[in-house]
Every structure is written in C-alpha cells, then in structure tokens.
C-alpha cells in the first residue's frame, strides 16, 4: 500500500503502455486518475486502445511499461489483491448458453469462491434487480441481447466489487436497449455506491452515464473533463438567427454584445458563438430589431459531445456497427459447429 | 473496504471451471451418443472388418498339390498369431489399441475448448476473476482427462459386447488399464492444452489435431505389433507414450505378451506425464501471464 496515496482516488494509472509483437503501440504512455464514486468513462473509437486499456487495469494483460493503483495496489505486483476487489463485464457475452441465468451466477460466484449460502441470496437479488427474475431458470440461449448484457452486469456485480469495469456495456444493441441499459447502470451505481469505469464509443452513452470523460485516441488520452467542460471548450452555445434580408451585414454590431465571441455571416443568416445562448440571445434580438430588421428564425443549440469530440480529435466518432454484426455472424457459426 | 476478502478455495475453483464444461457434454444426450459413434465404428466397423484370423483357415491355405491337415493348418494360426500379436484373437488385439485411440482422440480435443474460450472472451473474463491461472489450465486438463476415461470406458463395453476376449478379465486388469490411460492422457492433455492456449484461431486448432492425430496412433502399436515395422518405425513407436499405454492395457486385458515388463512400461508413461505435464502447464501458465 502506498503512503501517500490519495484516499479519494481509486484509479491510479502512471505511464501506461502496451504494445504488442514489439511494434504496435495500443496504449502509449497514459496516465489518469479515477475518483472514488465517479462514472469515468473512456471514449473513442474502435482501435483506439479502450479495451486494452481496461484489460490492463483488470489484470488481464500485463504492461509492457508503467503501472496503475487500484484502490492502492499495484496491478502488477498486488494483481491478485485487485481481481479481488473488481470486476470486470467484457464486450462479449460471456455467460454460459447452456446454463440458466442463475446457473451462471452461481457459476461466477464460485469462481470468486463466495461460499453457496452467499451466492444463492445474492444470485436472486441481482436477477431481480436487473430486471431478470422471471427468466432466471430459463437457459441463456433463449435470452435477448438486451436481457444477455443485464446478466453479464449482474455476474459483474457478484463479488461486491469497489470498482466495476464496463467494456462498452452497450456494444450493438439497439436504442431503445441501449436506453434501458443505462437506466440499470445508473441504477446500480446509485444501489452498491461504487465506482464505474466504463468505455465506449458512442457520444450519447459516455454523455449520459459519465461525470467524468477520457477521450482516447491512437493509444493516447487527448483530454479528460467532465462532458460540460468538454463541451465549454467548444467555445460555448451556437446561436442561429434568420433575418428579413442579406444586403447589409450586422456582423460588427452582434460581436461588440458583450459574451459573444465569433459571428458568422451565410446570406441572411448569422451564425454565432457565445458562452450563455440564453442570456446574450434576447440583447442581438433587441440590437436587430432596434436596427429596423425582421427575426424570422430563431435556434440556439447547446454543443454536443460529438462537436466536441470532432474539435479535439479532428474526425467523427462514426457508429462501427458493422463490425458488431461481423462478431455475432461468427457465433452463429460456432454455435452450430459447436453443437 | 466493501469489498469480499474472501479467500479463494483453490479446489472449490477448480471443480466450478471443470464442471461447467463437464456439464455440456453429461447434460446433453446427444453428445453422449455422438461420443458412442465413435468407438462404434472403430470396433464394429474397422475392428470386425479386419479379420485377420480368417487368413490362417483352409480355404486360404488351400495350396494346389499340398494336402495340409486342418490340424496343422490350425496350430500354425495359433502360433502366428500369438507370436504376432501376442493373442490368437486380432479383434481383441485391436479392440484395445482402438481404446486408447478413442482416449487419445478425446484428450487431443479438449484443447479446443480454450480456443473457444478465448474467441468468446470468457478467458479474459476468468483472468480478471481471482481464480489462479494455474488452476484455469489445470481444469482443462482435469476435462480432458474424465472425458477421454469415460469415452475408453464406454470403448471397452462396446468391445466385450462385441466380443472381447474375456478370458484374462479381471478387476485389477481394469484399474491397471485406466491408470495407464489415466497417466497418458494427463501428458497429451497438457501438452495440447498448451498448444491450443497459443493458437489464435480455431481453425489452426483443427489443423495442429488432425496433423497429431492419426500419425501418433499409426507410430504407436494400436493396429499392428511393433515388432515388424520397419526399423525406423520400431524407433519411433517405442518412444510413443501411446504404445506403452496400450501394451500395459493388452497385458492387463487380455492376457498377451507386451514388448517390455509392465513395470518399465508405468515407469515409462509416468515420467511422460509428469514432464509433459509439467512442461505444458508451465507454458500454459506463461502464455496467460503475458
């Protein structure tokens, strides 16, 4: 146990690298923080080095160079204290096909080595929370992707961990799954107090769930701020306005309103950035209409994560379904060569 | 901390992971009788059909201008059989080399299990679980093992169902058989264990088995004596651990006459598993800790 470690913090990672065959490097040198009771999310696209990353803080790969501190152990040196104090739910859906959803509870929990008059109680408790009692003796090949990823959470929370791994928790499920998803892993985070580290790289699941986002690119963390101040840096709210004419130009008028900070003119419309939308909006209506002129269309936008994350990585986190569906058709195959 | 400072029961782990592949194959009926076909065909099939006994009748002794006595005719079978295949019976010869076959067969496959394991993440998701790596290696093993016994097991009904010499039969003859099959199958099975928890794909997995399969029962004394193979062959055969394995089965089952003393043989399969056990496990355990 280090001495001087910060009780507040529960992710320690200093100068974390991975590469593999000697070439390439799928994480390089990354260091970061995680605080106790936050959902800190890793966001960026595939290949970035999200998993390896999670692999390496769950002591399923070892470092090439540099550590991390879970809770204050070394997950090098102290890995078997650390497996014991985390828990990590993969992208894949690992639970057993041929056992029922409590079967495979009870599966993980011995695996943990909780003894059964423990597991039983809890394997219960878990089904009901996530919303899978009534299919707890149905066998998992029956199951939705949707009700899979719930049981994959649940055996991830068997062990009562302290900090609980989520590897793109909502990898290929549709929407509306997706929503109902991060309604439980709210839900959970709320019931056993712990920590969450999750990755993914969809905008709207790190801007729900996270309080704290690491945006990962090429192996490298670009910057680490809560989705607000990610968004802030974007140089706030985007305020569009439509005007009667585009003969004459106001540009100079609206930027000398104090808060704005950039005017554009395209025709008849202004588009303008300023760091309150709701306050500096109603003083360019009143500069336009003293000035004689028309509003005939009016938006203010709040900026998204995915503007944000286009600024600071230069591209567009693009929806890699494709490769999800390429996954589950090689399982269908191995399913049946299997049986 | 609310975290579980349970201390994991080694023991406990390893009888979960073992039991959870255990389960697919005694839960399921088909795969029980899948695994029957096998042993079937061997000895029905390729067993029966091989009837080598019927070249030493009249009807192929029948030499034009010879007149030999079936008596004769008789003796000289007898003899060249037993002094062949060290029984009169070649069923019963084969029989057993088909039941280390069907064993060797089962541990070779057990391997593919990690290979799926890996592909469905299910081993990253063991590594991050407090469940020692070795014991993970060792439940594979442990699988293979009671698999591949229990598949010989059901090879040896099959045989005296279709008519195994039972002359020799007896209790002991049987612990000895399965302890030698038992002490073969824990070197292969570390051995392929190994191979398969560093292939990347399932089908190189497929390529290594089929590669391994049939020469390592073709270079052992399965299907026919080691003493009239060829020299170089007879080389290889004799350090096959399979041969010994089986040798010990023929002398324990039917009573034949063995290419060495039991005694060497168990020495011989005992230092196989302990090394190949020890190399494959120890490797294993590399290859999970990278």
Redesign the interface.
Known sequence: MDNEFDERIIVKAINLTKVFNNSTKAVDNISFEVFKGEVFGLLGPNGAGKTTTIKMLTTVLRPTSGTAYINGYDIVKDASRVRRMISAVPQEFTADEDLTGYENLILTADLYGIPREISKKRAIELLELVGLKDAAKRKVETYSGGMRRRLEIACGLINRPVLLFLDEPTLGLDVQTRYAIWEYVKKIKEEFDMTIFLSTHYLEEADSLCSRIAIIDHGRIVKIGSPEELKRSLGGDLIEIKIDTSDIDLSEYIYSIPGVKEVKKIDSTYRIKASSGEEVAPLIFELIRTKGYTIQRVSISKPSLDEAYLEITGRRLREEQSSFEEIMSFRRTIRRTRA | ?????????IF??LW??TN?EL??WY??PVFLLLSLIQPVIWLGLFGKSMNIGAIFTEQSFNLPGLNIPKQVIDEISKYALLNSFGTTDYFSFLAIGMLAFVSVFTSITTGMSIV?DR????L?????????RGTIIISKVLNGIIRSLTQSAIALIIAILLGLDLTHFSLIGILETFSALFLMTIGLGSIFVMVAIRSTS?QSQMAVMNLLNLPLTFTSNAMFPIQFMPDWLQYVAKINPVSYAIDICRQALIGSTGFASMTFEYAYLSIFAFIFSFIGILLSWKAL??
Not at chain 2, 124 to 132: A, E, F, Q
């Open positions: 901390m609310r975290s579980e400072e349970s201390s994991i029961r406990h782990g979960a992971l959870r389960k697919k839960k399921e799926w592909r469905f993440g299910i990253d998701k063991l590594l991050s679980t407090p469940i020692p399932w800790n990278k």
